[in-house]
């Protein structure tokens, strides 16, 4: 993997003055959200909340990829409640700021508390600096294991932009490290796809080149729920 570098932002962008590391926090898990107390199926609150390939912008079905792994998700011993958080255009940042008021009221009296987020590729086009991307992720996944509830991060998936490709592959590793740290899973969705015929063959088609069509989204549910899916809701035997 390439070495991860800041990129240059507008004047005062770059400085993260007077934010904390982010390692100077680091809460230990409840584990309440995997709490299975009680009679009857396990009571699971599955919120996603990202950008638009969290709410499947491009695809003509109108399933992204969320909608597709939600189909696959059922169980006998399951009662799985989902929401959709995306909104396009959102980078780390607007999620940091938005996932509590937006998710909590979901959560409600769910026995199980579950968060998948989706950003990245936002913080590219924006040029957020590396540091202040993996920052925002860390507070989001710092928060959500003090109260308890278990988070799950997708990756961003490649485009057919070079320029914006280096700058989601330094993103890309960044969160691929801010999980492992936490022990967090995450989805790498831009190395299995960056040279994908199929996936490059549904950008070339797009209106923007960025978001793709039902194939893509195919894709990236496939990689979604062969990337520790059913071990992270413990619906595997």
Known sequence: MSQSVDHPVAA???????YPSEDDYRPEFTRSADAVAGDGPRDIGLVFIGDAFIAGYGDPKGLGWV???VGR??????????YNLGIRGDSS????????AEGIPRW???????????????????RLTTARSRLNLAN?????????????????PPTLDPDLNSRLEIIVEAQADVCSRRSVPFVDCFYPLVEHDQWISELSTSGDQRHPGQAGYGLLAWLVLHGGWERWLHLSS
């Open 12 to 18: 005062g962008e770059g400085f993260d003055i007077g």
């Open 67 to 69: 909608s597709r792994v």
């Open 73 to 82: 998700s059922s169980h006998p011993d399951v009662d799985l409640t989902a």
């Open 93 to 100: 940042a607007d999620v940091l700021n938005r996932w509590r």
């Open 108 to 126: 409600g009296d769910r026995r199980e508390r579950r968060l998948v987020i989706g950003v990245g590729q936002a913080d590219a086009e924006q």
């Open 140 to 156: 989001i996944l710092d928060d959500t294991t003090a109260r308890g509830i278990a988070a799950f991060v997708v990756g961003p």
